[in-house]
C-alpha cells in the first residue's frame, strides 16, 4: 500500500470518527427532548386524575347537602303540618262544642284546602327533585365526555410522540448509513 492510500484511509477513519460523534450528540439530544415530552405527557395525566378525583368529591358533595336540604324541608314542613293540623284540630273541637253545624262545614273546607296544600306541596317537592336529579346527571354526564375528550386528546398526543420519534430514529439511521456509505 502507497503511502498516500495510507494517509487517504487515515483521512477517511477521521471524517467517520468525526461525523459518529456528530450523530452521538444528536442521539443524546433527542434522548433528552423525548424525556422532557414524556415527563409533560405524565405531568398532564396526573392534571386529569386530579381534577377527575376533584369533579367527583364536589359532585358528591353537592348530592349530599342537597339529600340534607331536602330531608331538612321535608321534616320541617311536616312539623309544619303537624302543628297546623294540631291547632285546628283543637280549635275546631272547641268550636264544634259552640256552633255545632257552622264548624262542620268549615272543618270540611279547611279539611279540604289542607289536602290541596299538602297536594300542591308534595308536586313542587317531587318536581324539585327531579329537576335537581336531571341536572346533576346531566353534569355528572358532561363532566364525564370532557374526560373522554382529554383522554383521547392525550393518547393522540401520546401517538404523534411515538411517531415522531420513530421518524427522528429512522433519519438517524439514514444518516448513519450514508455516513458509513452503506448506501
Partial sequence: MPPNDSYE????????RSDV??????????????RATN??????NQRIDSINESLGKK???????????????????????????ESLGNRIDSVNESLGNRIDS???????RIGSVNESLGKK?????ESLGKKIESLNESL??????DRQSL????????????SAYGSLLLVMAKGFKWL
Avoid: P
Avoid at 460523534?21 to 423525548?34: F, G, M, N, P, W
Avoid at 268549615?106 to 279540604?112: A, C, D, F, R, T
Avoid at 317537592?125 to 327533585?129: E, G, K, L, R, Y
Fill in 9 to 16: 484511509l487515515r483521512e477517511h477513519v477521521a471524517e467517520l
Fill in 106 to 112: 268549615v272543618n270540611e273546607s279547611l279539611g279540604n
Fill in 125 to 129: 317537592i317531587d318536581s324539585f327533585n
Fill in 39 to 44: 415527563q409533560r405527557i405524565d405531568g398532564t
Fill in 155 to 166: 393518547n393522540a398526543a401520546k401517538v404523534w410522540a411515538l411517531v415522531l420519534g420513530g
Fill in 21 to 34: 460523534r456528530h450523530i452521538q450528540s444528536d442521539v443524546t439530544d433527542i434522548k433528552a427532548e423525548l
Fill in 59 to 85: 359532585i358528591d358533595s353537592v348530592n349530599e347537602s342537597l339529600g340534607n336540604r331536602i330531608d331538612s324541608v321535608n321534616e320541617s314542613l311536616g312539623n309544619r303540618i303537624d302543628s297546623v293540623n
Fill in 144 to 149: 364525564r365526555k370532557e374526560i373522554d375528550l
